[in-house]
């Protein structure tokens, strides 16, 4: 069973960092790559970061490369989204998902099947 439970999100300052969990209770975080998304009010769900099953291999959307790390904790259920440097359009519902199908590499969007209810984040000018 993949239940992704996301937390971390708040109201920030322009320039300010903010560090977003996703967590798991089983083995999904060992065996499916898992991604963050990102929608604001109006536009198209977007592609923030990902990671794969065994942490070997990151990726990152265009618009937060070299701002945000995602990583791995030390507890196997529980990852890590960095954000640093924050801006107010990055302000949307952050949501983890997990891809559908395990021991595969980043996918599209489509190949998310999991997903967590999301978390807020509000950078204020």
């Known amino acids: 069973q993949v239940k992704l439970v996301e937390s971390g999100g708040g109201l920030v300052k322009t320039g300010d960092s903010l560090t977003l969990s996703c967590q798991d209770s089983?083995?999904?975080?060992?065996?499916?790559?898992v991604g963050w998304f990102r929608q604001a009010p109006g536009l198209a769900r977007e592609f923030v970061a990902g990671?794969?099953?065994?942490?070997?291999?990151?990726y990152y959307g265009g618009s937060v490369e070299g701002r945000f790390t995602f990583s791995r904790g030390n507890s196997k259920n529980t990852l890590f989204l960095r954000m640093n440097n924050l801006q107010p359009k990055d302000t949307a519902v952050y949501s983890c998902?997990?891809?559908?199908?395990?021991?595969?590499?980043?996918?599209?969007?489509?190949?998310?099947?999991?997903w967590g209810q999301g978390t807020e984040v509000t950078v204020s000018p």
């Open positions: 089983g083995d999904t975080f060992s065996t499916r790559t």
């Open positions: 990671i794969s099953w065994s942490g070997g291999s990151t």
């Open positions: 998902a997990a891809q559908t199908i395990p021991w595969r590499l980043l996918g599209p969007e489509s190949d998310f099947g999991f």
